[in-house]
């Protein structure tokens, strides 16, 4: 990966939408060039897809929660259920196993805090081999992204 590949991601990074044709131009290269190098990034992974980033507020999600969940039970089958169930789960942003006193983090939206207290019940008390829920409930959310820092 060189500069200019560096280059690409950041610009399509922070557009997504940008055409090849712009990107081409923001890059002071020819269409043809530039539009292989993006294919290629495709291809080898390093572009996995592009999305609309939407605002969860004006779309009514106005709680956003981290979830710590502790698990009694460490073996592979209690494990494959989880992650079939969270994936499954369109309240779930992100998931991440972590180290420290709990086993996975959650990353929720929910429309407010009754819409929040029906997901807790009907979806993480329901998992078998829990042993703690420790919500934290965000009061304000001062930076988000997706973006990756890019040396270019």
Known sequence: ???????????????????NAKLAEKLNMSETPCWRRVKRLENEGYIE???AN????????S??????????????KTTSNFIDIIQRCDNVL???????????????????LDDYGHFVDT???KLPGISDISSSISLKELK??????LDC
């Open 63 to 76: 709680v956003l929660a981290f979830v710590q969940l502790t698990y009694t039970a460490h073996d592979t």
């Open 54 to 61: 939407l605002n969860k507020r004006k779309l009514g999600y």
């Open 144 to 149: 988000s992204t997706v973006r990756l820092p």
């Open 123 to 125: 979806v993480l008390r």
């Open 94 to 112: 992100s998931c991440h196993n972590i180290t420290g006193g709990a086993d996975f983090l959650l990353q929720v939206v929910a429309r407010d």
């Open 1 to 19: 990966m060189d500069n200019v590949d560096k280059k690409i991601l950041a610009l399509l990074q922070k557009d997504g939408k940008l055409s």
């Open 49 to 51: 897809s592009y999305q």
